[in-house]
């Protein structure tokens, strides 16, 4: 915008993240944010604009598309209700690294401190779930602000930017010109860093790879792989990060999360080097901290984009504070050793992996490990796989190789009623693309009604809801602690299938292994949203253990 216009603050604030870049904006509407809407549709060529069911819906929807194109995406939501359903996707970013801009509409300047109609300070709700909180009072600063916000959002470890619209600054009318992205500063490796790491890895016979963390490019996704298939280090994946690496590949071993496989957590316990990418050493990831001692163990070699993560819990042997992608660059830049001592332990590890992709065979008709190899078969070879939390999560992961274009994402923090959004934030970022979406009977009925949203704009996820009739994961610990006694964790189910036929979608239920394929080309041929219920079996409650068996060593 040349200087000389004046423009409202909705419509400066639009034009913000024009110049940012940003090309989806998600939204519950609220009248606190009347101006932006009006912004927003002067720049409906540019931006488009989602409209949403339920704020945890919308700002999972933007917190997805961050994730899958590591640029933030905006959401906005209403004052005081708006910004509490919201907050849910802020947690998500937070713990996931994810960038995020969520807008929220405040109520009007002078107004503030009375307890007025859905007043709340922004700076202190969100103060310890988002990387940064800021309110716009003046309507000349908001690209200075936005620009700021996004390089918050994207720099260092990334994270969601809340930023609170307080009413009247949004209709003010002001010359101000706007401001595009900066390149991120990016912090660059120490070569003597990497020297180091090289002489730590020629004298490792057992060396491991764990990949994590946000915002990789597909460079840095396509040189780590060189790195680790040039040495022939074993790659694994952090909880949720399967997106990260090729699983087809020779040296993919696995995920180490929630529900991995015990063999390869074993041997990630025997490993005389590990060398974490990008990935915080979090609780998942170490098994509750107990992957490695905390100090004294093998030595650990941390790359990670923020100072602060590394050494946190676990003391590194060698600690390098840069840019994932610049760190892949730089380690597919090194020599490859004349000789790799450790590729027997490589390849013992990938046949572990190998072997766990056998389904052992499970009680009832419908068997969800072969459902999975089924599953990895029918997919697209660059579909889109979001995940939710609960118990099924584990049968994906564990039965499926995800392919180099394919991405699987899902809420590291363990968000429930993640998928569903997630899926719909996918498909429309991502148009043309497959997107499926994995999710529990509990995680479903959470978010499920978005499916509106993927009708209303012309996206078509298929969304398999995995119904036990229970919350599962609550149950398993359940079972674990109290055997026997079942308490609050059952579920009544409505008819999924003919919930998706509600809307005007494809609806499948499939209760016996050799239905799912059907079922899902069908889903696929219907260029409908789709709903697939798998009947599981309840007994069935994690992919390796039964009822029955867990009260069994409940009770042992
Ligand atoms: C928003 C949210 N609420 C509650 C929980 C606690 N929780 C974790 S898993 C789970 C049960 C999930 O049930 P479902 O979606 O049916 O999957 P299942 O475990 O049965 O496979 C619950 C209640 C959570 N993680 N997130
Ligand atoms: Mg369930």
Redesign the pocket.
């Known amino acids: 915008m040349m200087s000389g216009t004046l423009r409202t603050g909705g419509r400066v604030l639009a034009d913000a993240l024009v110049a940012q870049g940003i090309r989806h904006a998600f939204a519950v509407p609220g009248e606190s944010y009347l101006d932006v809407l009006d912004g927003l549709y002067a720049v409906q060529d540019r931006i488009e604009l989602v409209t949403c069911r339920f704020e945890a819906g919308c700002v999972n929807m933007a917190e997805a598309c961050g994730k899958l194109t590591g640029r933030p995406a905006a959401a906005f939501v209403t004052r005081g209700p708006g910004a509490c359903h919201g907050s ?1 996707g802020v947690h998500i970013a937070q713990q996931d690294s994810t960038p995020l801009l969520l807008f929220v509409g405040q109520i009007p300047f002078e107004e503030t401190d009375r307890e007025s109609f859905q007043e709340v300070d922004y700076r202190r709700m969100f103060q310890p779930l988002a990387k940064w909180v800021t309110q716009i009072d003046d309507a000349a600063r908001i690209p200075e602000l936005v620009a700021h916000a996004v390089d918050i959002a994207t720099s260092g470890r990334p994270g969601p930017v809340v930023i609170a619209l307080s009413e009247e600054m949004q209709k003010r009318l002001v010359d101000v010109p706007d401001i595009g992205p900066a390149p991120v500063a990016r912090a660059f490796p120490d070569p003597a860093a990497l020297q180091a790491l090289a002489a730590l890895l020629a004298n490792a016979s057992r060396p491991l790879a764990i990949l994590g963390g946000s915002r990789w490019s597909e460079q840095g996704r396509a040189d780590i792989r060189a790195f680790l298939v040039g040495h022939d280090i074993p790659a694994t994946v952090a909880f949720r990060r399967q997106s990260l690496y090729d699983g087809t590949l020779a040296n993919y071993a696995g995920d180490l999360g929630v529900g991995s496989d015990p063999a390869l957590v074993a041997r990630a316990r025997e490993a005389d080097l590990i060398l974490a990418v990008g990935t915080r050493l979090g609780e998942a990831v170490t098994q509750g901290y107990t992957l490695y001692p905390a100090t004294g163990g093998a030595p650990i070699i941390h790359i990670h984009p923020e100072a602060s993560e590394i050494g946190r819990v676990f003391r590194p042997a060698l600690s390098i504070v840069t840019d994932v992608n610049v760190a892949a660059h730089a380690l597919a830049a090194l020599p490859k050793p004349a000789e790799t001592p450790w590729s027997d332990w490589t390849r013992e590890l990938r046949a572990l992996r190998m072997a766990g992709l056998i389904p052992p065979g499970q009680t009832g008709p419908l068997d969800l490990g072969h459902v999975m190899r089924e599953l990895a078969e029918l997919l697209a070879p660059d579909a889109i796989i979001t995940c ?5 999560a584990t049968w994906p992961p564990r039965f499926i190789n995800f392919r180099n274009a394919q991405r699987f994402i899902g809420p590291t923090n ?4 993640y998928a569903v959004p997630a899926a719909i934030g996918a498909a429309i970022s991502h148009r043309g693309r497959q997107v499926v979406a994995c ?5 479903f009925l ?1 978010t499920g009604q978005e499916i509106a949203t993927a009708f209303h704009h012309g996206v078509a996820p298929i969304v398999l809801v ?1 119904n ?1 009739a ?5 149950r398993m610990y359940q079972e674990r602690a109290y055997p026997g006694r079942v308490s609050g964790t059952t579920l009544t189910n409505p008819d999924f299938a003919r919930f998706i036929e509600a809307f005007g979608g494809h609806g499948e239920t499939v209760s016996a292994t050799a239905e799912f394929a059907p079922a899902f080309r069908r889903a696929v041929a219907s260029g409908k949203p789709a709903v697939i219920e798998l009947r599981a079996d309840p007994e069935q409650i994690t992919t390796r253990a039964t009822i029955a068996q867990l009260r069994a060593s409940a009770k042992g």
């Open positions: 849910i939710d939390a609960g118990n099924f363990g968000a429930m009623g999710v529990g009977d509990g995680g959470m995995f036990n229970m919350y599962g994961t609550i």
